[in-house]
């Protein structure tokens, strides 16, 4: 079965900082690999995903991955933390017709 | 994009009662649903797989007794949580897969809190 494994339980940057959450993937398959950000007390928000195409990926807020298959990372960037990105961030992985499989999350504070 | 209804969004019970959580396809035939929880701080975990009109297939450590998921119909699908207790409060989530697809759609979501 396909697995992820999230590098880091919390990140702490500085507002404006470049922010570096990072996340590896177990999969037989060619992958389907997703970030999704979580704030208190609320669901799971899709930031970004990638199927197949571009390796780069961009999404929301000003977040991207890129989808390394020798690495077989998808390390979630962005180049300027701003303190509303403060939350939780989960990898995921599926793949077609099967289940998601949801990384341990990385807590990311923003420090003024 | 497709969407899936997922209620009541916040349930409160008394231990020992049952709760019913629905998630509901709007605009896909979902074949195939997963249910997850997360407990506080903690990441989503699946707890079972239902295909439309055949049993679930659970996790193992998740009691298929106590957490009964019915998937009658390919665009409803039911976790109901059988004598609750405190320990079972938690965010349950329901994921839709769309087999002509292969995409997976989430619910929003419900809280539930066993007092």
């Known amino acids: 079965a396909q697995s992820v494994t999230q590098l880091g339980s919390h990140v702490s940057v500085s507002e404006g900082a470049l922010v570096l959450l990072r996340c590896n993937y177990s999969s037989s398959v060619p992958p389907y690999l997703f970030w999704y950000v979580q704030y208190p007390n609320q669901g799971l928000q899709l930031l970004l995903k990638?199927?197949?195409?571009?390796?780069l990926v961009k999404g929301i807020n000003g977040f991207e991955a890129e989808f390394k298959k020798s690495e077989t990372s998808f390390h979630l960037t962005k180049p300027s933390a701003h303190m509303s990105d403060a939350a939780e961030y989960f990898c995921?992985?599926?793949?077609?017709?099967?289940?998601?499989?949801f990384g341990a999350g990385t807590r990311l504070t923003v420090k003024p | 994009g497709a969407v899936v209804s997922q209620h009541p969004s916040r349930v409160i019970c008394k231990s020992g009662t049952s709760v019913k959580i629905e998630c509901r396809s709007l605009?896909?035939?979902?074949?195939?649903m997963f249910w997850y929880r997360q407990f506080p701080k903690q990441s989503l975990m699946l707890m079972a797989t239902?295909?439309?009109?055949?049993?679930?297939?659970?996790e193992q450590g998740v009691e298929k007794d106590k957490f009964l998921i019915n998937h009658a119909s390919l665009t409803l699908s039911t976790l109901t949580v059988t004598s609750a207790h405190p320990e079972d409060s938690s965010f349950y989530i329901c994921?839709?897969?769309?087999?002509?697809?292969?995409?997976?759609?989430f619910g929003e979501g419900s809280r539930l809190t066993v007092l």
């Open positions: 605009d896909f035939q979902a074949t195939t």
């Open positions: 239902s295909n439309e009109g055949s049993k679930a297939t659970y």
């Open positions: 994921i839709a897969g769309d087999y002509l697809t292969g995409e997976l759609f």
């Open positions: 990638y199927t197949t195409g571009a390796t």
């Open positions: 995921a992985v599926s793949v077609p017709n099967n289940d998601m499989r």
